[in-house]
């Protein structure tokens, strides 16, 4: 892509806490074969601010949330946080980083010990980095469990007694144990009751504005993503197709993926919504060890032309802070109709 990149656009707009640039990460497959599930993604969050990530099932919202922390080793690209290249660090030198990058996981069940009480699950983070000894560390953890909504006696008890709900506030209170800048949230209410969904975002909004948290928030709910983001950016395949500030995308979507998620998310006016025309996608995602050629969406789009076929689409600034992907994206708004 000519002219400055995503990245150092935004670093001109804002102090940026995260930079990406052209990360992949692949994966070896029998016969010789690579899975791409992270292709060239570059962007960049501002100090303080919510990104949201969307994308289907399957698309690499969570595999590039880990290699932006990390937890997985990029192929090639850059990530750096608040200006220090962390990409291909080892494990003794991201050892400072991980007390400024933390991860909440989809699955608050599976990313807690169950032979370890929630005491002894804070107390571990709080002693590998140091943050308290002795006597002063069940206070801090009380207040952990205070700050997310849980009382003393969750102490002295295991994961499996308590609610989903419950047990995501503790991989919340875990995560903030460490004193975080950075939290990448890698769909952290898909798995709870849609009853504790808007508790569980309300409480990581709330502790954003009190901790002058970041974050980078992996979704596939447009609605969600919608409540609690700055900006979203809409993934497709490995690659990030589309990203604006929030109202400006969900108003104006530059790209046809992304206006056939928003088709279906529901409007809460009845007049409105049955006027809306629900875009439904043909066909199944693509595999991303064979994707197609050019536009990797063009096979599930219905303006196709023959350009998207032989020619990938740069992900060009269209208006100023909104990026897309679209070999019919005009300059100034939305895709052209075919």
């Not at 002219?3 to 806490?17: D, F, I, K, Q, Y």
């Not at 807690?112 to 002693?127: D, V």
């Not at 953890?141 to 969750?154: K, M, T």
């Not at 949230?185 to 970041?214: C, F, K, Y």
Request: hydrophobic share 40%.
């Amino acid at each position: 892509m000519s002219g400055p990149s995503l990245a150092h656009r935004v670093s001109a707009l804002a102090e940026n806490l995260v930079e990406v640039q052209d990360l992949a990460v692949e994966f070896g497959l029998d016969g010789g074969r690579r899975l791409r599930a992270v292709d060239g993604v570059s962007f960049a969050i501002r100090r303080g601010e919510t990104l949201g990530l969307v994308g289907e099932s399957g698309c690499g919202k969570s595999t590039l949330g880990r290699a932006v922390t990390q937890l997985i080793r990029p192929s090639r690209g850059s990530v750096r946080f608040a200006g220090q290249e962390i990409a291909g660090l080892g494990h003794r030198q991201m050892r400072p980083v991980r007390r400024r990058v933390q991860m909440v996981f989809q699955d608050p069940y599976a990313s807690l010990n169950p032979r370890m009480t929630i005491g002894q699950t804070l107390n571990e983070s709080l002693s590998v980095h140091a943050l308290a000894r002795g006597s002063a560390r069940r206070p801090r953890i009380v207040d952990l469990l205070e700050s997310v909504g849980l009382d003393e006696a969750a102490i002295d008890r295991y994961p499996h007694e308590f609610s989903g709900g419950q047990r995501q506030r503790v991989g919340i209170a875990r995560a903030l144990a460490v004193e975080p800048e950075f939290i990448v949230a890698d769909e952290p209410i898909s798995a709870l009751d849609v009853s504790i969904q808007a508790q569980t975002i309300n409480l990581m909004m709330d502790l954003q504005r009190r901790h002058a948290l970041t974050y980078l928030f992996i979704a596939h709910d447009l609605a969600v993503v919608r409540h609690i983001s700055d900006r979203v950016a809409v993934m497709y395949l490995g690659k990030i197709v589309e990203i604006a500030e929030r109202r400006e995308l969900y108003a104006a979507p530059q790209h046809p993926y992304t206006e056939a998620l928003l088709s279906a998310v529901p409007v809460p006016d009845p007049r409105v919504e049955a006027r809306r025309r629900r875009i439904v996608l043909e066909g199944d995602v693509p595999s991303p060890v064979e994707p197609p050629s050019g536009c990797r969406f063009r096979t599930r789009c219905w303006k196709a032309i023959d350009t998207c076929a032989r020619e990938e689409p740069p992900l060009i600034e269209r208006s100023p802070g909104h990026w897309s992907a679209c070999h019919l994206a005009s300059p100034g708004g939305e895709t052209r109709p075919t």
